[in-house]
């Protein structure tokens, strides 16, 4: 098996070029417009959606561009970063919430959210 591509909703356009694009260096490789009929029969939602699909070495995401906040409880994406340190501070430097949780003996568990509430746990390659 092998994972294809991860769908998210984005409530701030700006997040596809700041975050997804300058922050995990993700390139954009297509981007279409998801009709209203179909957005309605997939998902629910009676409008048409801007669609964006960016992807990085084997990690891709179509990002849904939507007005409608969606709560994403403890969904979350696990990314590894070659230095971590720099893309928290980096992070902290744009405005993006930044959660550390240090652990005993272990390494400190670190979560990133666009400003759409996607979550992103951050690991280390």
Not at 100 to 107: L, T
Not at 109 to 124: T, Y
């Amino acid at each position: 098996m092998k994972l294809n591509h991860i769908a998210l909703n984005i409530n701030h356009v700006d997040d596809i070029l700041n975050f997804y694009q300058n922050m995990l260096g993700m390139q954009l490789q297509y981007q279409f417009t998801l009709s209203a009929s179909l957005s309605r029969a997939f998902f629910g939602f009676d409008q048409e959606l801007p669609v964006y699909f960016y992807q990085k070495d084997h990690v891709a995401f179509e990002l849904f561009v939507t007005s409608k906040k969606i709560n994403n409880g403890i969904a979350h994406a696990c990314l590894e970063i070659p230095d971590r340190e720099s893309f928290i501070a980096q992070c902290q430097d744009m405005g993006y919430p930044v959660n550390c949780v240090e652990r005993d003996s272990k390494p400190n568990l670190v979560f990133v959210w666009d400003k759409s509430g996607n979550c992103f746990e951050i690991k280390e390659e």
